[in-house]
């Protein structure tokens, strides 16, 4: 089966899952971004990844409930 492309606009999509449970939201993410990106962390992404861990040792990160 060949991939297809679609375009969407972001605010149908952000709403679209919305709706998803969390299990289910998680496996779309693991699928989407985790598994198709292999390659090696760059030096601006290990320092994204070192804020987001103090940010979220902070308490100062955005629940996924809190957007619905």
Same mark, same amino acid.
């Given at each position: 089966?060949?991939?297809?492309?679609?375009?969407?606009?972001?605010?149908?999509?952000?709403?679209?899952?919305?709706?998803?449970?969390?299990?289910?939201?998680?496996?779309?993410?693991? &699928?989407?971004?985790?598994?198709?990106?292999?390659?090696?962390?760059? @030096?601006?992404?290990?320092?994204?990844?070192? @804020?987001?861990?103090?940010?979220? @040792? @902070?308490?100062?990160?955005?629940?996924?409930?809190?957007? &619905?």
């Amino acid at each position: 089966m060949g991939t297809k492309t679609l375009t969407m606009p972001e605010d149908a999509v952000v709403n679209m899952l919305k709706t998803l449970p969390e299990d289910i939201l998680i496996d779309v993410f693991w &699928r989407t971004v985790v598994e198709s990106d292999v390659s090696a962390l760059t @030096k601006e992404e290990k320092e994204l990844i070192s @804020k987001g861990n103090l940010e979220h @040792k @902070k308490g100062e990160t955005v629940k996924w409930q809190d957007l &619905r």
